[in-house]
């Protein structure tokens, strides 16, 4: 079975400090994505990481990708409230038996950024 | 611009009374969504439509329909809504041809008396 673990769940920093949110999965995937929701919100994607050794960046948002790891980080530089939300990664679940985009969501990290 | 469209935002039904709830897109993706997301939890997928092809998730209840007359709309039916499928449900679409990326509709809230 897949699982997809994601900690922190609760991560309350304070304005200018950096963080990192970390997402372990299971079992090999070929496919891992950030999401952003905000409370009552739909999902807004952030990070779509494909291969071994990927770094995406945004913002104060970088994501990476360690596949042999089977582990994704979310690193936070110098937060800013704006960046108060629930992140989400989420890995493709077509290696288990489950069609091509399929994803199994960790159950979220709820960021409070405080001045 | 290019977008995922749910209606209604919010519903309110009654126990048992059936519902449908819409989806439609305009990025003209192949594969539809469904998930539903309790309070202060991950989304949970129902099922999904590759093209015409209806893929059901193994724990999604029978309770819980959908169909895709056409590329654009995709409907959700509860036929029997019972006080637990009070949840937020969200629509989303991607690409076959790309990375699979979700883009998801601003959901529909439904509360269930």
């Known amino acids: 079975e897949l699982k997809v673990e994601q900690n922190p769940l609760f991560l309350s920093m304070q304005e200018g400090k950096n963080y990192t949110i970390y997402c372990n999965y299971s079992?090999?995937?070929?496919?891992l994505y950030w999401y952003r929701q905000d409370p009552g919100k739909s999902l807004e994607s952030l990070f779509v990481l494909l291969s071994n050794g990927a770094v995406k960046q945004e913002g104060r948002l970088m994501a990476s990708l360690d596949t042999k790891a089977r582990l994704s980080t979310l690193h936070i530089t110098a937060a800013v409230h704006d960046l108060s939300a629930t992140y989400f990664c989420?890995?493709?679940?077509?290696?288990?038996?489950?069609?091509?985009?399929?994803?199994?969501f960790g159950k979220g990290t709820k960021l409070s950024v405080k001045p | 611009d290019a977008m995922v469209i749910q209606n209604p935002r919010y519903q309110v039904t009654q126990f048992g009374k059936p519902v449908t709830l819409s989806c439609s897109q305009t990025l003209n993706h192949n594969v539809m969504y469904w998930y539903q997301q309790k309070s202060s939890q991950a989304p949970k997928l129902l099922f999904h439509y590759y093209d015409k092809d209806f893929n059901n998730e193994a724990d999604t209840p029978d309770n819980f329909q959908s169909r895709r007359p056409n590329t654009s709309f995709c409907f959700l039916d509860i036929r029997s809504p019972g006080l637990g499928d009070a949840a937020m449900y969200l629509c989303?679409?991607?690409?076959?041809?790309?990375?699979?990326?979700?883009?998801f509709g601003p959901g529909t809230r439904l509360t269930v008396t």
């Open positions: 989303a679409t991607s690409s076959a041809l790309g990375t699979y990326e979700q883009y």
């Open positions: 079992t090999t995937s070929d496919r």
């Open positions: 989420a890995v493709d679940m077509s290696r288990y038996g489950g069609s091509q985009g399929n994803l199994i």
